[in-house]
């Protein structure tokens, strides 16, 4: 079974509303709803990607449910050329980056149905706009984008959505959804609370 979170940024709503609002939640352990797991320590790109490509394998032929891999020593250099080898390492992954503790948590995607539950999640969330009166391309897509907190740690989601006016590049997305397996439910709410906070503006 896979889960799906939304996450919607303040800036998303009527600026006319009256409606109250909640701040952000307090910044989390990185490692909440992972406890246990094995943290490697990072010795650069090959290893990590012999990791990233075997831990893929076993993920797609059921012998695994671990859909993450932990590495400390990775400072902001380090993410810099794991960013520019991203393709070799393998498009279907997501990045969470924690600078302050040079910790970085690699999110495995490699089934379609890592990706169907996120996308099928956005149409759905696209008819109902629809039904509301509004045009099928008030949201636009905005892929994985990497969202930066103001306590330094940086996370890609797995699918972002912004209206089509804020066209620049540094725009945050308004929406963002995030999917994992059911047995890392801990995890995914983590992954709420983390892109939530860092959407608030």
Known sequence: MHLTSTCMSRSSSNASASTETTPPPPDTDPLEGLEGEPIHQYTGIRKLKDRVNSQSIALMKGRTNRQFLIFR?????????????????????????????????????????????????????????VAMGLSDETLAPAGATRLTSRTRSSKEGDSGYLPPSREHETDWPTIVLESELSEWLPRLRHDAKMVASQLWR
Do not use: C, W
């Open 73 to 129: 020593g990775i400072t902001k250099d380090d993410l810099a050329e794991i960013d520019s080898k991203r393709v070799s390492i393998g498009r279907q992954i997501r990045i969470s980056h924690y600078a302050d503790d040079n910790l970085l948590i690699i999110k495995l995607m490699p089934l379609t149905k890592h990706e169907r539950a996120h996308l099928t999640l956005f149409l759905k969330i696209r008819d109902q706009l």
